[in-house]
C-alpha cells in the first residue's frame, strides 16, 4: 500500500528566506507526485506535478520540487518566501489507480 | 472556467437529519472525486466516478454514506441519517481523461449537532 509521509507538521521561516517542506513517500510501483496548497477556508490548488521526465519539476508561484527515486523523496522548495505562503501544503502519491493519497500536511508560516 | 463548484459551502445541522451536498464538476472532465477533511484523520477519498459510474467506494464510512452522479455536470454525496461525528469539511474533484491530476472545489463545512 502507498503511504506519504510529511515529517514537518509546521515550518515558521521569516520573509525572504528559503524553505523547504519535506515529503517521502512509500510504493512499490511507478507513481505520480504532487503538491497542493490549501489557503484558509479553501480547497486545494495544485501547486506541481510529476508526472515523468525530468525529476525537477516548476509549478506555480516560484515553487520548485525534485523527485529521488532511490530516496523515495519529493520535497518542496522555495528560494524566497512572502508572507502571501502561508498556508497548508500538502504532498499526495497517486499509482495508475488514480486514487490520490495524501500526507498530514504541513504547515507553512511566514513572518515579516 | 468556473472551477469546481460546490454547494453549499456551510451547512448546519442537528443530528439525525438528512444532508445533501452537491458538486459541479468542471466541463469535460471524465473522473469525479469526493473527499473529506478532519483534522484527526485529514483527507479521505470517499468515493470516485469515472463516466458516471462508481468506481471505488471502499473509503465511504458507512451505509449512512452514498453517493450518486446522475450525469455528467453533477454529483451528490448525501448522509442519512447525520450524525455529530461527520462533522468535516467535503471537498469534490474532478479530473480530465487521465484521471491523474485532480482540481478541488471550495468545499462544504458540514456541522452536525
Known amino acids: 500500500a502507498q503511504s506519504v509521509t510529511q515529517l514537518d507538521s509546521q515550518v515558521p521561516v521569516f520573509e525572504e528566506a528559503p524553505v523547504e517542506l519535506r515529503c517521502n513517500y512509500s510504493s512499490s510501483v511507478s507513481v505520480y507526485l504532487f503538491w497542493y496548497v490549501q489557503y484558509p477556508n479553501q480547497g486545494l490548488q495544485l501547486l506541481l506535478k510529476y508526472l515523468s521526465g525530468s525529476t525537477l519539476v516548476k509549478g506555480i508561484n516560484g515553487f520548485e520540487a525534485e523527485f529521488n527515486k532511490s530516496q523515495t523523496s519529493f520535497h518542496l522548495r522555495k528560494p524566497s518566501v512572502h508572507i502571501s505562503d502561508t498556508a497548508e501544503y500538502f504532498c499526495a502519491v497517486a499509482d495508475s489507480s488514480y486514487k490520490l493519497i495524501f500526507g498530514s500536511g504541513t504547515r507553512l508560516l511566514v513572518r515579516p | ?113
Not at chain 2, 477519498?45 to 468506481?55: A, D, K, Q
Not at chain 2, 454529483?75 to 471537498?91: G, H, M, N, W
Not at chain 2, 485532480?102 to 449537532?113: D, E
Open chain 2, 1 to 113: 472556467d468556473a472551477g469546481v463548484i460546490q454547494s453549499p459551502r456551510h451547512e448546519v445541522t442537528e443530528m439525525g437529519q438528512e444532508v445533501t451536498l452537491r458538486c459541479k464538476p468542471i466541463s469535460g472532465h471524465d473522473y469525479l472525486f469526493w473527499y473529506r477533511q478532519t483534522m484527526m484523520r485529514g483527507l479521505e477519498l470517499l468515493i470516485y466516478f469515472n463516466n458516471n459510474v462508481p468506481i471505488d467506494d471502499s473509503g465511504m464510512p458507512e451505509d449512512r454514506f452514498s453517493a450518486k452522479m446522475p450525469n455528467a455536470s453533477f454529483s451528490t454525496l448525501k448522509i442519512q441519517p447525520s450524525e455529530p461525528r461527520d462533522s468535516a469539511v467535503y471537498f469534490c474533484a474532478s479530473s480530465p481523461g487521465t484521471g491523474i491530476e485532480q482540481y478541488f472545489g471550495p468545499g462544504t463545512r458540514l456541522t452536525v449537532t
